[in-house]
């Protein structure tokens, strides 16, 4: 049962030309996370929203914003692609941000092409 | 400034023997360590995870040791599987923080061979 879901698992978009990406949990979570992942480096988190409050990283560039207009779904905006933002964006949740339900469980990811 | 590294960026090991992979990390705020499994094309999957107040988490086949004051904690999968073949991310957090950031390594990639 897929639990942390995300679509489309691959995009391609043309440099400049806004995308969004797409993430929905059944797992009724309260924390949702962007991160951006590129070839063999760590995965860097982007923002997260504990439930409907928005934390953005200090090193966030601001061509990326977010959305979460219910508890299910969660969005990723990047508003003007460019080369540099080719990657596999990955959506994950979290129980809580407390002690205890830190856990975070990834969805499969989207890889982004920028041509 | 990576927090959280993972030296060995492989591991090749033969099936039926153990695998031992690494990760320290320098924040001695960190209170909280997992290990997530990542195979190509899909998002990493949770492993195990420990807590500070532990020093030996196992399940199954795979144990997590932590040893606090050298900042080290090693996962070890007992016997390896080539299934197992994979890339393995360590990560880390202080549970006292109201962000629940995770911190990740740059993973180490095992190799299983039969």
């Known amino acids: 049962d897929a639990m942390v879901i995300q679509n489309p698992r691959y995009q391609v978009t043309q440099f400049g030309k806004p995308v969004t990406l797409s993430c929905s949990q059944t797992?009724?979570?309260?924390?949702m996370y962007w991160y951006q992942q590129k070839s063999s480096q760590a995965p860097k988190l982007l923002f997260h929203?504990?439930?409907?409050?928005?934390?953005n990283e200090a090193d966030t560039p601001d061509n990326f914003q977010s959305r979460r207009p219910n508890t299910s779904f969660c969005f990723l905006d990047i508003r003007s692609p460019g080369l540099g933002d080719a990657a596999m964006y990955l959506c994950?949740?979290?129980?809580?941000?407390?002690?205890?339900?830190?856990?975070?469980?990834f969805g499969p990811g989207t890889r982004l092409l920028v041509l | 400034d990576q927090q959280v590294k993972q030296n060995s960026p492989s591991l090749s090991v033969q099936e039926g023997r153990i695998s031992i992979l690494n990760c320290d990390y320098t924040?001695?705020?960190?209170?909280?360590f997992l290990w997530y499994k990542k195979y190509p094309a899909e998002g990493p999957t949770f492993l195990i995870s420990?807590?500070?107040?532990?020093d030996k988490n196992e399940d199954g086949r795979f144990t997590v040791f932590l040893n606090k004051s050298a900042k080290h904690l090693s996962l070890h999968i007992v016997p390896s599987q080539p299934g197992d073949s994979a890339v393995y991310f360590c990560?880390?957090?202080?549970?006292?923080?109201?962000?629940?950031?995770?911190?990740f390594g740059r993973g180490t990639q095992l190799t299983v061979w039969p």
């Open positions: 994950a949740t979290s129980r809580d941000i407390r002690a205890g339900a830190q856990t975070q469980y």
């Open positions: 797992l009724n979570h309260n924390v």
């Open positions: 929203y504990y439930d409907k409050d928005f934390n």
């Open positions: 924040n001695s705020m960190f209170d909280y």
């Open positions: 420990i807590s500070s107040i532990k």
């Open positions: 990560a880390a957090s202080n549970t006292g923080s109201t962000l629940g950031r995770l911190y």
